[in-house]
């Protein structure tokens, strides 16, 4: 069964460095997302991404945030200069159709020292 | 802005009991979903839920939704310790446009022996 799949599983970081979150959707979906989770609280929406430009972002996605589909397989979340409370585990989910169950990646647990 | 409120956030529970867990949201919405995480893992899908008076049943678990009240329930039958876990319910309230999951706060459960 085709599945969302992420890397790495764990990324940790120095303050003010650069992270990429990689992501390699369902191969037929066309719609991306990103989730975050802040641990032991509840999944955030971060950003939906279709046609190759943003749908929606919420206030947490913020200029330090970008994302990507830098060919026809990965789509990235990028932040730029990383925060302590960036810390979370972050979650990249695909649809085939818009509103379609959403099924999600195994997760990329970020540690920001 | 949509707010989803679950109740209770932890529950635990004997083996072979019933119980249910309750998910309230804020707006109108026709479609919502329940999932599944265990602990560091990423959030399975078991239920989406179309409209006003939907039930949706796998094997232990069953799902409804009534859209007048904004209410979903969650009910699990003759609990068994392999149902430990934390269960979401997620809102989608975005109708002709990109998903955007708004998710409650969650519930775990813990089934003891």
């Known amino acids: 069964e085709p599945e969302v799949t992420q890397t790495p599983s764990h990324q940790v970081t120095q303050m003010g460095q650069e992270v990429i979150l990689r992501c390699v959707p369902i191969?037929?979906?066309?719609?991306f997302y990103w989730y975050r989770q802040i641990l032991g609280q509840k999944v955030e929406f971060l950003v939906s991404?279709?046609?190759?430009?943003?749908?929606?972002k919420s206030e947490i996605f913020d200029d330090q945030f970008s994302v990507e589909r830098p060919d026809g397989s990965n789509f990235t979340l990028k932040i730029r200069s990383t925060k302590l409370e960036d810390s979370a585990m972050y979650f990249c989910?695909?649809?085939?159709?818009?509103?379609?169950?959403?099924?999600f990646g195994p997760g990329t647990r970020l540690t920001v020292l | 802005e949509l707010k989803v409120e679950q109740n209770p956030l932890f529950l635990s529970m004997q083996e072979g009991k019933n119980y249910t867990i309750y998910c309230n949201y804020s707006?109108?919405?026709?479609?919502l979903y329940w999932y599944r995480q265990d602990p560091g893992k990423s959030l399975e899908s078991l239920f989406v839920?179309?409209?006003?008076?939907a039930v949706k049943q796998e094997g232990r678990l069953m799902a409804s939704l009534d859209t007048k009240a904004r209410l979903s329930t969650l009910h699990i039958t003759a609990a068994v310790h392999d149902l430990s876990a934390t269960y979401f319910c997620?809102?989608?309230?975005?109708?002709?446009?990109?998903?955007?999951?708004?998710f409650g706060t969650g519930t775990r459960l813990q089934v003891t022996l």
């Open positions: 707006t109108t919405s026709d479609r």
């Open positions: 191969s037929n979906h066309l719609y």
């Open positions: 839920l179309l409209s006003n008076g």
């Open positions: 997620a809102v989608d309230d975005r109708p002709g446009t990109a998903s955007k999951l708004t």
């Open positions: 991404f279709y046609n190759n430009e943003i749908s929606e």
């Open positions: 989910a695909s649809t085939r159709t818009t509103r379609a169950t959403q099924y």
